[in-house]
């Protein structure tokens, strides 16, 4: 079993700056992969960024170059540093971890004004 603790969320306006974190517990050696999915009002829930454990790392075609996955030394947190933020941004944001089975965190929501 795999624990997550998610943190970070707010309102910010438009162009501004967020860091969600997510630390995981419990089984840590079988995380092969730690993501960030959002679901937006109305829309389905979809992959923001992944990172695996040898470090590679995805990204959405709509935040690349604006949002950065990066893993904690520990390799137990997963960040997910998002600059220029932009209202269509607003989502609930899930952290997500693959280890022997999927696990969940709760959710932050992130709010972007115009």
């Known amino acids: 079993q795999v624990q997550l603790v998610e943190s970070g969320g707010g309102l910010v306006q438009a162009g501004g700056s967020l860091r969600l974190s997510c630390t995981a517990s419990?089984?840590?050696?079988?995380?092969?992969?730690m993501d960030w999915f959002r679901r937006a009002p109305g829309k389905q829930r979809e992959l923001v960024a992944r990172?695996?454990?040898?470090?590679?790392?995805n990204y959405a075609d709509s935040v690349k170059g604006r949002f950065t996955i990066a893993r904690g030394n520990a390799k137990n947190t997963v960040y997910l540093q998002m600059n220029s933020l932009k209202p269509e941004d607003t989502a609930v944001y899930y952290c997500?971890?693959?280890?022997?089975?999927?696990?969940w965190g709760q959710g932050t929501q992130v709010t972007v004004s115009s």
């Open positions: 997500h971890v693959l280890g022997w089975s999927d696990y």
């Open positions: 419990g089984s840590i050696s079988s995380i092969k992969t």
């Open positions: 990172i695996t454990s040898f470090g590679t790392v």
